[in-house]
C-alpha cells in the first residue's frame, strides 16, 4: 500500500491524487482540462460597471505616463511606444476576463503582453489608478498581488510570491509608491503609502507608510515624518545605511577615547573616510 506521503492534492479543487500527477504541477486531469464558463453567474450591470473602469483607467494610466516621463510628448507616441502603457492596457482587459471567470482567455491575453513588451502581468492582479511602468522590461505581478493608486515600478521590478498554496502569496502597495529598478518584493507583506523603495533592493518585511527602503534586505531608512510628494521618481537616492551606522560607531569611538586622556592616541588617522550627506562616499 502507498505510504500517505506519496500523495499530493490538487492546488485547485484538494482532489487526492498519486505520486504520478506531480508532473501535472500539482493539478489533477480534470482541472488541467477545465474550461468551463457559466453565463449564469454573470452579473450584467457589474459587467458595464467594469467596462466602464477600464475606460476611466486607460485616461489615469496615461495621464500617469505624461505626469511622470519627462521623454513623454504626444498622445500617439505613448500609445505605440511604451511598452509599459501596452502591458497595463492589455492586462486591464484580462483582468475583465479573470473577473469574468472566463477560462483560458485572460492568460493567453497576458502572455501575448509578456511576448510584446517583456512584461508579465497575473490578470489576477488588483492596480490601482494612475499607475505607471517605466520602460519596465523584466517587470513581473503576481496572481495576488495588490497595488494601490499612483504607483511607478520601474525596469526589472518583481513581485513576487513565496509559497504554492492557492491564497495570498504576493505584496501588497498602497498608494504613491515608487519601486526602483531591479527592486524585489517578495511575499504577503504590506508598503504601506507614500513608501520610496531604492534600486536592487531586496524588501521580505513590511514596511510602514512615510519611509525609504535600501539594501539586501531591504532595511528603512528615516524620512522622519516627511510625506513624499505625489510625483517622486527618486528611486536612485540610495542612503547606505551601512556607512551611517560606521560613520555614528566612529564617532562614538572619539568620544569614548576623549574620557581616557591616559590612552595613546595615534596624531594621525592611519584611514581617512569621509562620508557624504546619507552615507554614501569614502
Known amino acids: 500500500m502507498m505510504e500517505t506521503d506519496d500523495f499530493v492534492r490538487c492546488l485547485s479543487c484538494g482532489k487526492k491524487m498519486d505520486i504520478k500527477s506531480k508532473i501535472n504541477h500539482g493539478q489533477c486531469m480534470e482541472c488541467t482540462l477545465k474550461l468551463d464558463f457559466k453565463m449564469e453567474e454573470l452579473h450584467y450591470d457589474a459587467i458595464n460597471q467594469y467596462l466602464q473602469g477600464i475606460l476611466d483607467f486607460f485616461v489615469s494610466d496615461v495621464n500617469a505616463a505624461f505626469n511622470k516621463d519627462p521623454a513623454a510628448s504626444t498622445l500617439i507616441e505613448v500609445l505605440t511606444s511604451y511598452p509599459g502603457i501596452k502591458a497595463v492596457l492589455l492586462y486591464r482587459i484580462a483582468h475583465f476576463f479573470w473577473k469574468l471567470g472566463v477560462p483560458y482567455i485572460p492568460r493567453y491575453i497576458s502572455d501575448i503582453a509578456r511576448q510584446l513588451t517583456a512584461i508579465e502581468i497575473h490578470p489576477g492582479a488588483e492596480i490601482g489608478n494612475e ?138 588617522d592611519d584611514i581617512e573616510i569621509f562620508y557624504g550627506e546619507y552615507g554614501s562616499g569614502i
Open 131 to 268: 499607475f505607471f511602468i517605466d520602460h519596465g522590461a523584466g517587470v513581473v505581478i503576481g496572481e495576488t498581488a495588490e497595488i494601490g493608486n499612483n504607483v511607478t515600478l520601474y525596469a526589472g521590478v518583481v513581485l513576487g510570491g513565496t509559497k504554492l498554496e492557492q491564497k495570498k502569496r504576493h505584496p501588497t502597495l498602497g498608494d504613491n509608491v515608487v519601486v526602483g529598478t531591479g527592486a524585489k518584493i517578495l511575499g504577503p507583506i504590506t508598503i504601506g503609502d507614500n513608501v520610496r523603495v531604492g534600486a536592487n533592493s531586496v524588501v521580505v518585511n513590511d514596511v510602514p507608510p512615510h519611509c525609504v527602503v535600501v539594501g539586501v534586505p531591504a532595511k528603512i531608512v528615516s524620512k522622519k515624518g516627511e510625506k513624499i510628494e505625489k510625483i517622486d521618481l527618486r528611486h536612485g537616492d540610495l542612503p547606505d545605511p551601512i556607512s551611517i551606522a560606521i560613520s555614528q560607531l566612529d564617532v562614538r569611538i572619539k568620544e569614548l577615547e576623549n574620557q581616557f586622556p591616559e590612552i595613546k592616541k595615534n596624531k594621525d
